[in-house]
């Protein structure tokens, strides 16, 4: 009898067993992308993309069951009301694969849109759409095409709109759906990941679309003229198609460049490029006029109108106008501002007014104060007016010279390194493409005074935007720039009036913690390594807010040679008269007018090791009202799980409302209604979409993206605890089997960086990258260990070796592991953490080092490429903890070098590079394979072309995965060897 029992149990455990995942599995599971709520609440709308395939935007009500699906969605938005949702509508991933493999730009399939009525389902599209965008009130939608082009032969006819450009269709979303998918309403699930077939689209039916105006006299012509050169006046605008969403009616407005609805949903502004620039202007529509409500602010042949912003809390409009030249190129720009209430527009300020030597560029950076009282632009400089590079002549000017010195080195290359450069020139290559070739210098524009204030200059060159009308927070980095290449970067920090009074220099050499200012502009909370300061400016003194208190407000698990940061600051009262600041748990609240802080979370925090955070409700706002109800995030430190809490904005305490064993995030909140957006995630449930009031009463989970993680063998988390060989504790995640049976040992995985203890509860990305995916690996017989490791300065290689080996003892002790099939993975500074272990230990029966640096002394000198900075910063001061140059400290260089001790690797390696890595020189995988190589070491170097830091193609990263777990299941589970792996992979050509 025990016998038949005994083989009852076996037969029934063997038939509740789950499948394992396949790297197929993997690429149907979506994740949620772009989660938006409309304002009153009713609906939301979010995509869901799988790792390979056609993504879908799900709109879906918050009460009810009501739900639409748009194929191929992306980038949702939803009216204010949720009447509406719109999204871009994407090609399908064969017909993109399919342009991609012919290399015909011309033939490249285009986005669309498709616009959905909550009340019915009923849909309209728009082909060959460039973006689109609500008004403020829900009741009207723009919708700008990209520009228009022959078709390619070949090419698609649907994709050219229409002369009126807006090609459009009508259905109902439920409407030429294939079978099996979901329709407009009904269930609460979600739709399937893999839809039965291709949304059939209704035959287009005739827009009735209303032009705006006929086209600038010659349009026509000139477009032609352009046609018959062969070029393409890249100046031109594109069709804007303006829908009235309450009756459908819709109007186009040919050649629009720009465009922007007010705040207040009483106008739409839009600027005008024609062909031959006549007709060009910046123009204002009123929405709620009847008749013609076309208004025109400002109008010039080749004008160009650019950065339209309107203000948030006034009907002001701002933009820059200039004129182009005959090379197409704008000249000096004026600063216009046009009101909405007066109907009214005026030059605010000029070129010509500017201080001597600078201007107003066309491409500049405006933003209005909320109150629309002052408008920030910028100046620029006249010698750092980019230059137009002179045009070839045909040779007919003069005869040509063979030995004209001037011509011949006219065609020279080279860049001049000089030591005193202030930014080596890979940086400056870098940051001219990003910030230096468009870089204006702050300037204001108070509105009632009708006065211009010039705030930056060239070596202050970053001033805040500040809401209110005192003053904001400059900084001055041009003296420390010469400093980044090896020790980081520095600021000088200014309290700057906005009317033009004079600066006053707060502090020197700050690091990278923001500084932050009261919102009636009169304090400034900044942090110098340990302390917190507060300048008062009325006072014109600083005085440290910290000093007294027994508590860090530095960043306590700080392991890198340089001082250790801050926590920052949590916000301000309204008024100015607290600042709030976190130290490592506890929020704390420090009254500006002096007095004795007090812990607004009442030391709960670090009694209990509770990391408490405020939930940001309102981003547009920046302070808090005294007696306000705060969210506030709790995170246990040691038990990994969070928790939402409640606080009152000048009170001390804090009061719990939910705490689960699992991890929160808050996506956003409805504006005009009690709706929290959230999601809820472990390491078995998925990031879903809950929907709560803000005491999180009333949960209720509104996506259910991937219902199939049931039917795979997923693996369980738990917390495991060790301590390091110096006696450091130390925490790390097991992720055991799927079905895992306890008493057996089990191959172990290991997988880390730095800190990966608090990915307890957090849902591993069910995607093909460069990682490995835990719940493939679990399905398929392994367990996976994430264990934290604290570094040593000067010795972080030894200090890793300290505490994994630790880590890996403890679950051979628990008799997890199989002590003779432990695999180690790890990826950039993990990656040469793996080359530096397997020299100090064979624990390891395989290990994969992606992207490693395997020499330090070469790396030292090396270049990141992605930001053109040197490697120096790095070593010295940053990730690789050896806090002195190399001329200071050669043999800690060598003695964490892995290539240096090659001749003691004994583990199987398997090394990754993307030949363009942008952060570490992939020649450093070269070097450590041609030591192993030298040495007779059983190494395979995998080189993919053309990419970066990690692969990026699909193809690349597929085979990457593929490559990596057959490399693991050879030596840990005892899988054939691979043909790659066995015999290598000869060049044949490509």
Partial sequence: MPILLSLFAVAAATAQEKKPLTFADLMRFRTIQGPVIADDGSWIAYALKPDRGDAVVVARATEGEDHYVIERGKGPQVTRDGRFVAALVEPSLEALEKAAAEKDEAKKPKNGLALVATAGGEEVRWQRVDSFAFSDDGRWLAVHHLKDEKPAAGA?????????????????????????????????????????????????????????????????????????????????????????????????????????????????AYAVAAPGGEGNGLFVRALTDDGSPELEVTAAAGGRYTHLVWAEEASRLGFVAAIDDEDGEPGDGTLWLWDGEARQGRAAATSEAAPEGWFIPSTNDLVWSKDGARLFFGYKPRDEKVKKKDKKTNGDDKPFDPYDLDAILDQRGVDVWHTDDPRIIPNQKKEWEEREKDRTYRAVYHVADDRAVPLADRVMRQVDVADNPRATIAYADVPYLKEITWDGWYRDVYWLPLDGGERRLIAERLRQDEPSLSPDGRFVAYYLEPHWYLYDADAGTSRNLTATLEVSFANEDHDYPQPAPSYGVADWLEDGSAVLIYDKYDVWSFPTGGGEPARLTGGLGRSQETVFRLVDLDPDRDFIRAGETLLLLGYRDKKKNDGFWQATA?????????????????????????????????????????????????????????????????????????????????????????????????????????????????????????????????????????????????????????????????LIEMGIADPDRIGLHGHSWSG????????????????????????????????????????QFQYERSQSRLGVSLWQGRDRYVENSPLFYADRIETPLLLMFGDEDEAVPWYQGIELYLALRRLGKEAVFLQYRGEGHHPKTYANKLDYAIKMKEFFDHHLLDAPAPAWWRDGVPYRGE
């Fill in 832 to 871: 040469y953490q793996t080359a530096f272990v397997v020299t100090q230990t064979n624990l390891f029966r395989a290990a994969v080092a992606g992207a490693p640096v395997s020499n330090m002394t070469s790396a030292y000198g090396g270049i990141r490429w992605g930001s053109g900075l040197a490697r």
């Fill in 650 to 810: 000048g009170e001390v305490g804090v009061r719990p409302l939910i705490e689960e064993e699992k991890r929160f995030r808050v996506v956003a909140k409805a504006e005009e209604a009690d709706r929290l957006l959230y999601t809820r995630e472990s390491y078995e449930e998925f990031p879903d979409l809950w929907i709560a009031d803000s005491s999180l009463a009333g949960r209720r989970k509104l996506s259910d993206a991937n219902p199939q993680i049931a039917d795979y063998a997923w693996g369980k988390a738990e917390l495991v605890e060790w301590l390091s060989a110096d006696g450091v504790p130390l925490q790390g995640v097991l992720i055991k089997p799927g079905n895992y049976r306890p008493g057996e040992r089990y191959p172990v995985l290991v997988y880390f960086y730095r800190f990966f203890s608090q990915r307890l509860h957090q849902f591993n990305e069910p995607v093909v990258n460069h990682r490995p995916s835990f719940p493939l690996y679990a399905g398929n017989g392994y367990a996976i260990f994430l264990p934290d490791v604290r570094f040593e300065i000067g010795r972080p290689g030894l200090a890793a070796v300290k505490c994994l080996v630790p880590g890996v003892q403890k």
């Fill in 156 to 268: 698609e006819q649907a994709e050219t709109p229409p002369a009126a450009g807006a090609e459009q269709e009508e259905t109902s979303s439920a409407e030429g759906a294939a079978a099996g998918e979901t329709p407009p309403t009904g269930t609460a699930g979600e739709p399937p990941a893999q839809p039965a077939g291709e949304t059939t689209a209704e035959p287009p039916v005739e827009p009735a679309v209303e032009p705006a105006s006929e086209p600038p006299a010659g349009a026509a012509g000139e477009a032609e003229k352009e046609d018959e050169k062969g070029g393409k006046d890249e100046r031109l605008g594109a069709t804007l198609v303006l829908r009235h969403l309450d009756d459908g009616s819709e109007i186009a407005l040919p050649y629009v460049t720009a465009y922007a609805f007010d705040r207040g949903s009483r106008y739409l």
